[in-house]
């Protein structure tokens, strides 16, 4: 039996992560979420078995590239993605230095995200 892959949602709207979470159920994946990348942190076992994130760049308190760079200093090196409803081309770009699958703009076109995240899970990299 194969175990259906997780995907971590961080993001502080609850609208957008149960929203999430609901699509991605929907197509077969497991999902935890977190409001902040500090109650993430509090719960960082909550990683073990991920095989994605979905980060919003505008987090309260510590943003998601924060996160994202704590979390690379601790040798966790999830993929992710990037959202975020900043226009700003300059976060686009950032969020690709970074090393992030990709970034999307909210709101969110969700078949995108699904081909994106498809490829990505099914390119069989182990993390």
């Not at 957008?16 to 409001?35: A, D």
């Not at 109650?39 to 909550?46: T, V, Y």
């Amino acid at each position: 039996m194969v175990l259906p892959q997780q995907i971590v949602i961080v993001d502080d709207e609850r609208s957008v992560r149960n929203g999430l979470s609901n699509l991605l159920h929907s197509e077969g994946y497991t999902t935890n979420q977190f409001e902040s990348g500090e109650e993430l942190m509090r719960d960082i076992m909550a990683l073990t078995g991920t095989a994605l994130l979905i980060v919003d760049v505008r987090l309260k308190g510590m943003s998601g590239f924060e996160l994202y760079a704590i979390l690379k200093k601790h040798s966790i090196l999830l993929p992710v993605i990037f959202i975020s409803a900043e226009q700003d081309d300059s976060v686009q770009n950032y969020a690709h230095s970074l090393g992030a699958v990709t970034f999307l703009r909210k709101p969110i076109d969700v078949d995108i995200l699904l081909d994106i995240i498809r490829d990505e899970l099914s390119q069989g990299k182990a993390y």
